[in-house]
């Protein structure tokens, strides 16, 4: 029996749907670029056949869009909002035991047709162990570790990502096998899954 964050016992498949949305931190090694305007025009008709002059064109109205400013590094832009819960940096191995984490999961995520294309294509742009290592810094800091994050923040990160719930809820369940095998006790794992729940609306995209 799997024990949740409410200490009642929950199996796998129940256990899962309640977690989906807690896994939005390991897309943000996916680029991202901003549109930062949008423009409207309007222009007005001509003016009738018998009036001595066209009437004038209406001018064309701009619109800007706020200009969203990246987070780059540091605990805030890793996704902290308080004290990290007790215990979890230790239940998870610490530094080498996050980094062996994370290096499971992003070798999972690769293999599984749901997401794998999409990991396939940021390797393009950014090495695999690059994407390992930010991914074990932002989880060690998150936890409490004594580590530093350099990456971006979520928002930022995937503002121009499609990224739906059907690929955000394999990547959960990806994460959570990649626990499993580690022996990672279900208890921690809530633990994890709901400090990482919060980011989830800046990580889906397509709604």
Avoid: W
């Avoid at 799997?2 to 796998?12: G, N």
């Avoid at 590094?73 to 308080?82: D, F, K, L, M, T």
């Avoid at 959570?176 to 919060?198: E, K, V």
């Amino acid at each position: 029996m799997r024990v949740a964050l409410s200490m009642s016992p929950l199996d796998r498949p129940y256990r899962s749907s309640l977690l989906r949305a807690a896994m939005p931190t390991f897309f943000a090694f996916l680029p991202a670029t901003l549109v930062s305007a949008a423009l409207m025009a309007a222009s007005a008709t001509a003016a009738a056949q018998a009036a001595p002059e066209p009437a004038p064109a209406a001018s064309a109205a701009v619109a800007d869009a706020p200009a969203l400013v990246p987070i780059p590094g540091g605990p805030e832009a890793a996704g902290v909002r308080g004290p990290a819960p007790e215990g979890l940096y230790q239940a998870l191995g610490e530094k080498a035991g996050i980094a062996a984490l994370m290096g499971d999961m992003v070798d999972r995520a690769l293999k599984d047709p749901r997401i794998g294309p999409m990991f396939e294509n940021s390797f393009k742009q950014m090495r695999p162990q690059a994407l390992k290592d930010s991914l074990a810094a932002q989880i060690c800091v998150l936890t409490g570790g004594p580590c530093e994050y350099e990456g971006t923040d979520m928002k930022y990160a995937h503002a121009q990502l499609k990224i739906d719930k059907a690929q955000f809820n394999a990547l959960v369940e990806v994460l959570q096998d990649a626990m499993d095998a580690r022996g990672i006790p279900f208890t921690q794992q809530n633990r994890l899954l709901a400090l990482l729940a919060p980011m989830h609306r800046d990580i889906i995209t397509v709604r």
